[in-house]
């Protein structure tokens, strides 16, 4: 089974803090992701990877870096988080795929709250 | 620009059949994905289809119409256990994910 894991379920930061959020996926996948979710709407695509030291901007980077050092470890940063980063974290990991998108496979997620 | 639409929300009863319905315009299309999402916790995949057509895994189908730019998921038998949310993914021409918001699945006994 394929698991992926955050380092935190639940976070509370203030305003203008670094924050760094942690993803580990143990099923040597070349891909991985980050999203938020917010209510009401879909999961928006922060960054992705799709090997170690790569990195790719998704629709909302703005606020946010990522850094893939080791194929299994992702990690988020908000530079300086502020109140509008509020949300739900997700990351998710996925084989490449020759010819299609493959399943990915998501962590439990990370709530974060600036204060 | 790119959207998917689900409905916001769906009531049920438990034992009944749903049909969630989840319609798209995307730059290219190189499949639809449905996920499950119980409140708190990861998305869980469901299904994948990219051929048109109805592909059914246990209580669960999945339909797809390309022509159409729509997809549903059934769900049979209903379980209180079934109450989530719904997620659709279209995969577009880049192969990116694009997701729908979510249809939560209130099932009532």
């Known amino acids: 089974d394929v698991k992926v894991t955050q380092s935190s379920r639940y976070l509370v930061k203030r305003t203008g803090e670094k924050v760094f959020l942690e993803c580990v996926q143990d099923?040597?996948?070349?891909?991985m992701f980050w999203y938020r979710q917010d209510p009401g709407l879909g999961l928006r695509l922060i960054y992705f990877s799709y090997d170690v030291k790569m990195k790719e901007k998704g629709d909302i980077p703005e606020g946010y870096s990522v850094s893939r050092e080791k194929k299994e470890r992702f990690s988020l940063i908000l530079e300086s988080a502020s109140t509008n980063q509020t949300s739900m974290y997700l990351c998710?990991?996925?084989?490449?795929?020759?010819?299609?998108?493959?399943?990915?496979?998501f962590g439990p997620g990370t709530r974060l709250l600036v204060l | 620009g790119q959207n998917i639409d689900q409905p916001t929300e769906m009531t049920a009863t438990e034992g009944a059949i749903v049909q969630i319905n989840c319609t798209y315009q995307?730059?290219?299309?190189?499949?639809l994905f449905w996920y499950q999402q119980h409140a708190g916790e990861a998305p869980t995949f469901l299904s994948y289809?990219?051929l048109d057509g109805l592909e059914e895994k246990g209580r669960f189908s999945s339909f797809l119409s390309r022509s159409k730019g729509y997809s549903y998921l059934l769900l049979k038998e209903l379980q209180m256990k079934d109450s989530a949310s719904y997620l659709c993914?279209?995969?577009?021409?880049?192969?990116?994910?694009?997701w729908g918001a979510g249809t939560k699945l209130i099932i009532k006994p």
């Open positions: 289809n990219v």
């Open positions: 099923m040597d996948h070349e891909n």
């Open positions: 993914a279209v995969v577009d021409s880049n192969y990116q994910l694009i």
């Open positions: 998710a990991s996925s084989r490449r795929g020759e010819v299609v998108q493959e399943t990915q496979y």
């Open positions: 995307t730059s290219g299309f190189n499949g």
